[in-house]
């Protein structure tokens, strides 16, 4: 059984930056692509960044340029760092697995964390 768990999340001004850490279990790391998507109340879940069991990576247009998504498969984790936070970053962001190949579809992911909460403040 495979268990992603996120942390890092929190509360930053605009500007500010967060570093979001997904930690997987139950599988190897190098079989598996992890993405990050994030929802915020009365919205659809959005694709933000999602990188392959190799080192392909993806990312939104609203995030381009502003986050980055990386891994230690040493330690299990799938990072993503944040900078230049805006107000529309507020969402909760949740980070999903499957195996090797990424995918911007949430729908193509079966594995998927509990989410953690960022909030930007002005």
């Known amino acids: 059984q495979v268990q992603l768990i996120e942390s890092g999340g929190g509360l930053v001004q605009a500007g500010g930056s967060l570093r979001l850490a997904c930690a997987t279990s139950g599988r190897a790391p190098s079989t598996y692509a992890v993405a990050w998507f994030r929802q915020a109340p009365g919205k659809e879940r959005e694709f933000v960044a999602a990188i392959s069991a190799g080192t392909s990576t993806n990312y939104g247009d609203s995030v381009k340029g502003r986050f980055t998504i990386s891994r230690d498969n040493a330690k299990n984790t799938v990072y993503l760092q944040m900078n230049s936070l805006k107000l529309e970053d507020t969402a909760n962001y949740y980070c999903?697995?499957?195996?090797?190949?990424?995918?911007?579809?949430?729908?193509?992911?079966?594995?998927w964390g509990q989410g953690t909460q960022v909030t930007v403040s002005s």
């Open positions: 999903a697995g499957r195996l090797f190949a990424l995918s911007t579809k949430h729908q193509d992911y079966i594995n």
